[in-house]
């Protein structure tokens, strides 16, 4: 049993740029697989943003190769996302996502976390 809880959402300006946190509760014994961030806005589907596997191997979408970081401390079980360069397209609910066990086949989500980029 695990649970992600995402930080570091808000408001930020055009051109700036956020760090988003995920870590999983105190304690966690479970092992932690690929860890990945999503992002949704309404009326759209939940899009995939960066993977990263427990080696560090890191996969990102398109739209934001070269703007976002995905990293990962795998003491800490947390992965971090760093959004650099903000645009108005970037702003909407963002999730962390992790596989777990042995197996690594089922995924947690988070809540979510709410990243508002104004002109």
């Known amino acids: 049993q695990v649970q992600l809880v995402e930080s570091g959402g808000g408001s930020v300006q055009a051109g700036g740029s956020l760090r988003l946190s995920c870590a999983a509760s105190?304690?966690?014994?479970?092992?932690?697989?690929?860890m990945s961030w999503h992002r949704e806005v309404p009326g759209k589907e939940r899009e995939l943003v960066a993977l990263i596997t427990t080696s560090g191997t890191t996969t990102y979408a398109d739209s934001v190769k070269g703007q976002f970081t995905i990293s990962r401390d795998n003491a800490k079980k947390m992965v971090t996302l760093q959004m650099n360069s903000l645009e108005s397209g970037d702003t909407a609910r963002y999730y962390c996502n992790a596989r777990k066990g042995a197996r690594g086949i089922l995924s947690v989500w988070g809540p979510g976390s709410q990243v508002t980029v104004s002109s």
């Open positions: 105190p304690g966690t014994m479970i092992s932690l697989k690929d």
